[in-house]
């Protein structure tokens, strides 16, 4: 296996060097083209591949990645102890340094630094700021994944709506994620393929069926453990990138304090000069989604809430969120120098600043929004691999599930996963991959992805809080607790739909709820009202299931055992796991 491992890597380099050299890469090629292609080669080369569910779809440490290789030339003496290794201690295994820059860099999308850098040209580092405020989503997401592991017992986000709210709910759940996941893949591509031409020419396109084809290709061959140990990478080069641009522009503006303290003069088009007003209502708008809503629409940010052990997956997106939040704020900093450039506000296009920086600079810039977006991309290909080969797939029974009821598969269930539903992961990602790029035909505005798809699902919130103090049977015989609750689901996620067509189709109504100045103030105001309308819905909801049908609704049951808070080690009801978490230790 080691053997054939080595000799497909080997290949794949050398196929890579007759290209390039067939292609002229040293002299006809633009240096753009030539870093984005070697890039490629190095993601491919040193990614992870494996047969095994549990490296598939958890991330754990079974597989052939080129590091794994060349520590096993070194620790063949171990060899027979790697295979004896416990579930617990592969788990152990996704540890905080893959973790934490695994969470971190798939949230920093291409779509969201080119996003932060266009607001810095609106609003100044407020823009920054603003749009920041959607990655409280971390420490919102890392709540309820830690809730309920410890607490509840579950072991994806998907099973544990299923369970709670019923089948209709979770197949619902589980397509508001696909939407999700379809708009991260269309609008990341589109980022990138800015760089290398007009939107439609013909370098645009080979920009998006390479930048598309590529994380897709190492993720058929590792999953999820494929991306975790790409992400480890890109996270650390798209730092090192960031702050060399920094570097650049300091030295351009005399200092960076510089370029923060400049403000826009008057001009026709900014006739009171200074930057636009409505950069704090944008973060209102932004914590208000990422609070509520918008992490559980997410299975990329999600997913990693069940890897690892419950406290390391804590460290690591209390980490990750600041650490990503920061990106975000700085990343500002170009759009505010384009404005600086044209002497004017609405001038943030990071390709409109690497293309007046030129040589060294633009190829940074474009570094940093490619590792952005192969990153985010093989973490979406992955997610979209797990939802529909485990949780859609798990309704088809497909060998080797022996399970007695059909519903979603949990990630833990591997006895109950096989080839076949590998087989459905890796269709469902280039099904996906391809249906993102065909979708550029009708649109490419990327600020949509955000605004949009945040508002369709504001529904999800109180559902998914809801379930943090679901109140269970205290027995297998007795009356007392909830049963499943549909309608807490539906009638929430419905209400918040509705909500997102009105404010996507401008309707008459959304602009009566202004909240805030500028731009925002209808997201922000939209997004309030219909939140207490959500809550209202999803409150209504569980009095009429359990009011009026709890008789024919089934009863929810209590999942036997959680996981210990610290260890990840499974723990049955009353045992160790009881202790109360001391949260000082996490700090």
Known sequence: MELLAWAWRVGFTLCALVISLALGFTEKIDIMWQLFFWYCVVLIVTTSVTMSPSSFFNGKGIGASLLSEIKNCYRQDKESSTEKKTEMGLRQEVGFWTLMPSAFITWIFAKSIRNAAVLGGYYGVVGGVGYGGWYISFFSAALVGFVLRTRHGYRSLTTAVDALYGPVAGLCFGFALLFRLFNEVWSNTAVVASFFGAPYSTPWWWAVAVGTAVPLTYVLLGGMRSSLLSDVLQAFLGVILLFSILGIIGVEMDGLNNLWAWEPPVTEANPDGGWLPGGTTLFGAGLLQGLTSYPFMDPVLTDRTFLSTPRTMLLSFAWGGAIAFTFIVLFSAIGIYGC????????????????????????????????????????????????????????????????????????????????????LARAAMVAISVAGAFYLLVDTEVMNATTVSGTMVMGLGPPIFLMLVWRYPSSTTSNDGWSQSPLAFLLSFITGVVWGALYYTKADVTYEMLLGEGAYARLLGVNVYGLLCCIGACLLGLAIDQLLLRRVLPRTEREPAVEHWISGATVARGGAREEAPNFSAVA
């Open 340 to 423: 600086v450039l044209a002497d004017d506000v609405k001038q943030g296009s990071p390709e409109a600043v690497a293309t007046a920086l030129g040589g060294g600079a633009e190829a940074l810039i474009m570094l940093v929004m490619v590792t952005s977006s192969l990153s985010t991309l093989d973490s979406t290909f992955t997610s979209c691999g797990k939802l529909l080969g485990l949780e859609f797939g798990g309704w088809l029974k497909m060998p080797p599930d022996t399970r007695d009821r059909r519903g979603p598969l949990r990630p833990t269930n591997e006895e109950h996963i096989g080839v076949a539903h590998l087989t």
